[in-house]
């Protein structure tokens, strides 16, 4: 009898890996024909400044909705790219697709991607990107990457070099998820930064926690200290962006300001910051 009932244990378990090997196999067949015939969207979340309110920028977002699983979210299939190396075409096809919606919107919008540590490792990195903004046409000052998962160690001075050599492009690079395990201090002081990115996950018990509050104004003070930018994440409420601005956190990202969403969605506050911008960035009037 517990013959019989371990043997089904043992046939069970297994019977749970084959599932769960499966279903990554399974995503990642699905998200390599998915790549192939361009069937990825970007949505765009607007990177507002918690003072003004004014528009500074938006990050892309992939999004991936497959017939089969229906829309998969990117906390699913990115570490299934990044397991299986497809994370470098999805990469490139990200970059690309965010420098050609930049050309369409035009000078004056600032788009930010997320890159894996995977791909800024690699020896192509730099081409690849000089590459996405040289088709569209796009300045290097208009882009920023987002750098998310944790580097290697042996990769980080190789990452640090070809991050260097893309500011020296004018593109400007944020440490994302800072706060969590994903991205630490010593991270900070190795790479050539211009902003961290302040996790979700700190500001979430913001407005009923001294403590959490502490914390995030001591990290601003920190990014402070380093001259860095800060942009804060994962802002719902009222509550929390009055805390954020009495703190003079910088940016702020969230539901609050506008969720991701298709690039149309923003055309016409796009049209408006062009508006704004035109007196100053145009050619002066002509008088008489
Ligand atoms: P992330 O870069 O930290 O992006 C923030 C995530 O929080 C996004 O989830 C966004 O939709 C969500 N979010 C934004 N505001 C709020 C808010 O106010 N409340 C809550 N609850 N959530 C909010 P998403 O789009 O599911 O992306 C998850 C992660 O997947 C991203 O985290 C990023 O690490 C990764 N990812 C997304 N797109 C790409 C990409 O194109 N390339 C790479 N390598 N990674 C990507
Ligand atoms: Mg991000
Ligand atoms: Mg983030
Ligand atoms: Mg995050």
């Not at 998962?149 to 190789?158: K, M, S």
Request: proline share 5%.
């Amino acid at each position: 009898q517990a013959k019989r009932e371990g043997r089904n244990g043992v046939r069970f378990f297994n019977s749970m890996l084959d599932v769960a090997a499966h279903s990554q196999m399974f995503t990642e067949v699905r998200l390599r024909r998915a790549l192939q015939r361009q069937a990825l969207q970007l949505h765009y979340q607007p990177q507002v400044d918690a003072e003004t309110g004014a528009l500074l920028g938006f990050e892309a977002l992939v999004r991936w909705t497959d017939e089969e699983l229906g829309a998969v979210s990117p906390t699913r299939f990115i570490p299934v790219a990044e397991e299986s190396g497809l994370i470098v075409p999805l990469g490139q096809w990200v970059l690309n697709e965010a420098c050609r919606q930049l050309a369409e919107w035009g000078p004056g919008v600032r788009v930010a991607v997320n890159v894996s540590a995977l791909e800024v490792a690699r020896d192509d990195f730099v081409a690849g990107v000089e590459r996405a903004l040289q088709r569209h046409g796009v300045g290097g000052e208009q882009l920023k990457l987002e750098l998310t998962e944790r580097l290697a160690v042996r990769d980080l001075h190789r990452a640090a070099r070809h991050l260097s050599q893309l500011r020296d492009l004018g593109v400007r690079l944020s440490l994302d998820d800072f706060g969590t395990g994903q991205s630490s201090v010593s991270t900070l002081l190795k790479l050539p930064l211009d902003e961290l990115k302040l996790d979700r996950s700190l500001i979430t018990s913001l407005t009923d926690s001294p403590q959490a509050q502490r914390v995030v104004e001591s990290l601003i003070g920190l990014a402070r200290g380093l001259r860095l930018n800060v942009i804060v994440e994962g802002v719902e409420t009222a509550g929390q962006l009055d805390l954020l601005r009495a703190m003079r956190c910088g940016v702020v990202q969230g539901y609050l300001t506008g969720r991701p969403a298709p690039p149309d969605t923003w055309a016409d506050l796009i049209r408006t910051l062009r508006a704004d911008r035109t007196p100053a960035d145009g050619p002066p009037v002509a008088s008489g």
